[in-house]
């Protein structure tokens, strides 16, 4: 099985390194970014329910359920806890 708390650690990693401070001084990263980005690719088999599990925990914030990309790519992922 799949290591969720363990996806999400990384998730929150990727968020870091990949988005920038919003106006909340909340660290914010478009879902098009993390899905286009090489490593996020590789790391996760599963971003979205990556991501979903992540918002249920309220670890990250997002608009809407399902994000698809291309769709969704301007939705921002907000990271909750620091």
Partial sequence: TMNVEH???LLVEEIRRLGTKNADGQMSVKFGVLFA??????LFEALVGTLKAAKRRKI????GE????GVHDD???VL???
């Avoid at 399902?66 to 990309?69: A, G, K, R, T």
Wanted: net charge negative; charged share 25%; aromatic share 4%.
């Fill in 7 to 9: 996806e999400i650690s």
């Fill in 37 to 42: 980005d090489e490593k996020c690719a590789n």
């Fill in 60 to 63: 990250v914030t997002y608009q």
């Fill in 66 to 69: 399902l994000l698809l990309q």
């Fill in 75 to 77: 939705v921002d992922i």
């Fill in 80 to 82: 909750l806890q620091d």
